[in-house]
């Protein structure tokens, strides 16, 4: 093989893998910055001005075709869970809007209501199941972080501008 065909290969191999190399570090970065602002409270990252040009560009990414979310492996974190709703009222339970199909989300909270006068004795016609929209979270978001005493705290957070 011609040498200086070779150089030229090796040169474009490293010149490569160096790119990656930046590439990666580059997104492990922006992941940690996504995972610090996330995880500001008070104020919450839109509250942080130096958080905005990292949470737009998130915002902005996963919009695209094949996104990925950026991590942040120093951290131990992978991407955020994601919990849309919020837990009933006491009293009430999680229920289904779509129950008889299967596969619907758990939408509604439900409660088991006694019509009867009380000392009827509570026959079957005196149960009334209400239900009402479950709560809407504000932040559904949320990264799990272990401290080092292995204690795991969980960050709620949201993505709108």
């Known amino acids: 093989m011609n040498p200086v065909r070779m150089i030229s290969m090796a040169t474009v ?3 490569a893998a160096f790119a990656s190399l930046t ?11 996504v995972l610090l602002c996330a995880s500001s409270s008070n104020p919450a990252w839109r509250g942080v001005p130096a958080c ?32 849309a ?3 009933c009222p006491s009293g009430w339970s999680v229920g289904s ?9 758990s939408d509604l909270c439900i409660q088991v209501r006694n ?7 509570g026959r079957d016609g005196c149960q009334e199941t209400v239900t009402m929209p479950r709560p809407v979270r504000e932040d559904p978001y949320y ?10 705290t969980r ?3 949201n993505l709108r501008k």
Not at 67 to 77: D, I, L, N, V, Y
Not at 115 to 121: A, E, F, I, Q
Not at 143 to 152: N, Q, Y
């Open 13 to 15: 191999l490293s010149a």
């Open 23 to 33: 590439d990666r570090t580059a997104a492990s970065e922006w992941g940690c910055e």
């Open 52 to 83: 905005h040009p990292p949470m737009q560009r998130l915002i902005s990414a996963m919009g695209n075709w094949g996104f990925s979310w950026p991590t942040c492996p120093e951290a131990g974190t992978g991407k955020p869970g994601y919990e």
């Open 85 to 87: 709703y919020d837990e």
């Open 97 to 105: 809007s779509n129950q008889d199909h299967g596969g619907g989300q």
């Open 115 to 121: 019509r009867c006068p009380s000392g009827y004795g």
């Open 143 to 152: 990264f799990d972080i272990t401290a080092g005493d292995g204690k795991v």
């Open 155 to 157: 960050h709620w957070f």
